[in-house]
């Protein structure tokens, strides 16, 4: 039987709720409370990744060393499937051992037989650069007061902050540029349905963004050059969480018969963490605005964040062109 059958079976049977209390601190958080069970967890040797599914079920991975980037291998995770039943919300491993998420604070692991293993502690991450201030030089996209430096549709939405599907009205062509984004709270989806959207730069190329909290990078995932190339790092936040990019971006450069002679490129820092280093983009993107898919690179272009079905927000946006 394979790990997913065998896990999936005891969900179905309900196995969790013969599992003994092990006596921790902390009150169990009720069913509905998913938001506060998901997020981050840490340890003296472990961390857990929580991941709401939705019908109060949970997905999470125990971590050898610590949080990614904080101290874990980016080899070994180790996987728990669980729910909340009855007023307690207990996940098993495919080895039988069980953690107990306590009131969204706490989670403590015991071992099949029932003797205490690992006690793990909630914690929430912050970007070193939320709250950059734009320095002399940056154009001011957006700080919440108007959306002045956007085209017709945009709107301010959540009492001041941006929401998707908004394009500059300037075009740019090389570029620092800051932007803050929150991913939507959404259990009940999976995969690019999550908190889906996207940074187009020089309207051709994107910078993913997407609620995969928990999950191995890939070319579809958080912090992707999409389809092209995974990020280096895996640095995603849980949804709700403000999260940053900074961006370093240089567009193509062509001949005079409009032939591209030197690919863009992008050096990206995900929350802080270098994840794609001057690389060079070999093609548009598959969000790339259709007015240009045929026409040559190496122009300026405007900026856009991409509306893909989920309510993203975004917050204090800054450029400086180069």
Not at 122 to 127: F, I, W
Not at 212 to 236: C, H, K, M, Y
Not at 256 to 276: D, F, P, Q, S, Y
């Amino acid at each position: 039987m394979t790990r997913r059958g065998w896990l999936n079976g005891c969900l179905a049977a309900g196995v969790f709720s013969a599992w003994p209390s092990i006596g921790a601190a902390g009150t169990e958080a009720p069913a509905t409370d998913a938001f506060a069970l998901q997020g981050e967890y840490v340890g003296d040797k472990y961390a857990m990744q929580v991941i709401a599914l939705g019908r109060s079920r949970y997905e999470a991975y125990l971590l050898p060393g610590g949080l990614p980037t904080v101290g874990w291998n980016r080899r070994t995770k180790l996987r728990y499937l669980g729910e909340t039943r009855d007023g307690q919300t207990r996940l098993v491993d495919f080895d039988g051992n069980v953690a107990v998420l306590l009131d969204g604070a706490s989670v403590d692991v015991v071992k099949p037989d029932g003797k205490p293993w690992l006690s793990l502690q909630k914690v929430h991450r912050t970007s070193p650069t939320a709250g950059a201030k734009p320095p002399g030089g940056a154009i001011v996209l957006f700080d919440g007061a108007n959306v002045d430096a956007w085209r017709d549709g945009a709107r301010i939405v959540d009492d001041g902050l941006l929401g998707e599907n908004a394009t500059t009205k300037q075009a740019f062509g090389d570029f620092t540029l800051h932007v803050e984004y929150l991913t939507p709270f959404e259990p009940d989806k999976r995969d690019m349905a999550r908190g889906n959207s996207g940074i187009i730069l020089n309207g051709r190329y994107e910078l993913q963004i997407n609620d995969s909290f928990g999950l191995w990078p890939t070319r579809l995932r958080n912090a992707a050059i999409f389809e092209l190339r995974d990020p280096d790092q895996d640095v995603t936040f849980p949804p709700g969480s403000w999260q940053t990019y900074d961006i370093d971006f240089t567009k193509a450069r062509v001949d005079g018969e409009g032939k591209t002679i030197e690919h863009a490129r992008i050096t990206a820092r995900h929350n802080g963490v270098l994840v794609h280093r001057d690389y060079p983009i070999p093609r548009l993107t598959n969000a790339a605005m259709s007015s240009l898919r045929n026409k040559p690179e190496g122009d300026d272009q405007s900026l856009h964040l991409q509306g893909h079905g989920s309510p993203v927000r975004f917050r204090n946006i800054w450029i400086i062109p180069r």
